[in-house]
Nanobody, 127 residues
Framework: QVQLVESGGGLVQVGGSLRLSCAASGLTFSSYAMGWFRQTPGKERAIVAAISRNGGSTYYPDSVKGRFTISRDNAKNTVYLQMNSLKPEDTALYYC????????????????????WGQGTQVTVSS
């Protein structure tokens, strides 16, 4: 069956960096756009980055643009999220997700468009 397994979360001080990884199995990874989302208690899950099937296109909301970088290695079936200059408001449970894409690169912002989700990894930024 399809599995997405996140790793790399943890506790970091303000201004620090973390690199999240998401290893995928059970799917044709290169057929999926991938996204990273985050969620805090009482709030909806929100996108922090997305990347197209071949890595040629990326999306970031303004809240993380310039600080976060998404990348993927299709040979390793893995997507990464490099997070720099972390702020307390980045504290959340981070999820990776996969969206099957037959063609193009649309609809990657909305959570309901994703087919598969990981279990999440906690990121805590302490001040």
């Amino acid at each position: 069956q399809v599995q997405l397994v996140e790793s790399g979360g943890g506790l970091v001080q303000v201004g620090g960096s973390l690199r999240l990884s998401c290893a995928a199995s059970g799917l044709t990874f290169s057929s999926y756009a991938m996204g990273w989302f985050r969620q805090t208690p009482g709030k909806e899950r929100a996108i922090v980055a997305a990347i197209s099937r071949n890595g040629g296109s990326t999306y970031y909301p303004d809240s993380v643009k310039g600080r976060f970088t998404i990348s993927r290695d299709n040979a390793k079936n893995t997507v990464y999220l490099q997070m720099n200059s972390l702020k307390p408001e980045d504290t959340a449970l981070y999820y990776c997700a996969g969206k099957y894409v037959a063609a193009g690169y649309s609809g990657v912002v909305q959570t309901q468009n994703y087919n598969y989700w990981g279990q999440g990894t906690q990121v805590t930024v302490s001040s």
